[in-house]
């Protein structure tokens, strides 16, 4: 069953309309036909719209509401995957990896130690190419929301945005003590906003830790093994969504 997003508005009574890219996805590359069913939502809320497609023109896909479903696959609390940026194409993995474990959002960071450095330009045009990989992981994975990719931020900037948090998780390699990581992960509640703070290749400069402590950002040991930057972040969430997965 194909999934695809549309705004609320685009659903009203049992007409539903789909416009933008997908409408070109579901004619050319999808051959779909009228009568077929696919799968809506409006990123808002956990709902899922299984509906027929009645008509395909060149600007929009017309549809019918057969029934609504409420399943709640997104998780209890949101999660916040501030990530340092890393080399070459790493960040699109760990993008579509964090929506399919059930990120709310992903932030980029430029840390002291992050080797890619970008202009504003190029910012801009990775952020667009990055939102689209998040679109597209949700749609795969049936999220019934689009996670947001936030622009580039500065680590001090980062700290800030996470400042009301309810638990703010920074692991680091020099930490020890396993069984507080699993205590620290075992608090988390439905409803809570987490923060999940992922170094780049070299690591978090001592600065950066002293900073994340200093506004609450709870250091903690991922085991003995010192994991990539884009294994780390994806091994933290896993773990928290087994906490939550439990929980509901």
Request: aromatic share 6%; net charge neutral; glycine share 6%.
């Given at each position: 069953?194909?999934?695809?997003?549309?705004s609320?508005?685009?659903?009203?009574?049992?007409?539903?309309?789909?416009?933008?890219?997908?409408?070109?996805?579901?004619?050319?590359?999808?051959?779909?036909?009228p009568?077929?069913?696919?799968?809506?939502?409006?990123?808002?809320?956990?709902?899922?719209?299984?509906?027929?497609?009645?008509?395909?023109?060149?600007?929009?896909?017309?549809?019918?509401?057969?029934?609504?479903?409420?399943?709640?696959?997104?998780?209890?609390?949101?999660?916040?995957?501030?990530?340092?940026?890393?080399?070459?194409?790493?960040?699109?993995?760990?993008?579509?990896?964090?929506?399919?474990?059930?990120?709310?959002?992903?932030?980029?960071?430029?840390?002291?130690?992050?080797?890619?450095?970008?202009?504003?330009?190029?910012?801009?045009?990775?952020?667009?190419?990055?939102?689209?990989?998040?679109?597209?992981a949700?749609?795969?994975?049936?999220?019934?929301?689009?996670?947001?990719?936030?622009?580039?931020?500065?680590?001090?900037?980062?700290?800030?945005?996470?400042?009301?948090?309810?638990?703010?998780?920074?692991?680091?390699?020099?930490?020890?003590?396993?069984?507080?990581?699993?205590?620290?992960?075992?608090?988390?509640?439905?409803?809570?906003?987490?923060?999940?703070?992922?170094?780049?290749?070299?690591?978090?400069?001592?600065?950066?830790?002293?900073?994340?402590?200093?506004?609450?950002?709870?250091?903690?040991?991922?085991?003995?093994?010192?994991?990539?930057?884009?294994?780390?972040?994806?091994?933290?969430?896993?773990?928290?969504?087994?906490?939550?997965?439990?929980?509901?």
């Open positions: 069953m194909h999934q695809f997003f549309v609320p508005e685009q659903i009203a009574g049992k007409k539903i309309v789909i416009k933008g890219n997908d409408v070109r996805h579901i004619r050319n590359v999808l051959r779909m036909k009568g077929e069913e696919i799968a809506v939502s409006n990123g808002q809320d956990q709902r899922e719209y299984r509906c027929q497609i009645d008509e395909i023109t060149e600007q929009e896909v017309r549809c019918t509401l057969l029934f609504v479903k409420e399943d709640g696959l997104e998780l209890s609390a949101r999660i916040s995957l501030f990530q340092a940026l890393p080399r070459g194409d790493k960040m699109e993995f760990i993008i579509q990896k964090a929506v399919e474990l059930g990120a709310y959002e992903i932030i980029p960071m430029e840390t002291k130690r992050t080797v890619v450095k970008m202009d504003e330009k190029r910012k801009r045009s990775r952020l667009a190419r990055w939102q689209s990989i998040a679109e597209a949700a749609k795969q994975s049936r999220r019934r929301m689009i996670p947001q990719v936030g622009p580039v931020l500065s680590m001090e900037e980062a700290v800030s945005y996470a400042a009301d948090m309810d638990c703010k998780l920074i692991p680091y390699e020099l930490e020890s003590g396993m069984s507080r990581t699993r205590e620290l992960i075992s608090q988390i509640r439905a409803g809570e906003r987490v923060a999940v703070f992922i170094g780049p290749e070299g690591g978090f400069d001592e600065e950066e830790i002293a900073l994340a402590e200093a506004a609450g950002i709870r250091p903690v040991t991922m085991g003995k093994r010192i994991l990539r930057t884009e294994t780390a972040g994806m091994t933290m969430l896993g773990w928290i969504m087994y906490q939550l997965e439990e929980e509901a």
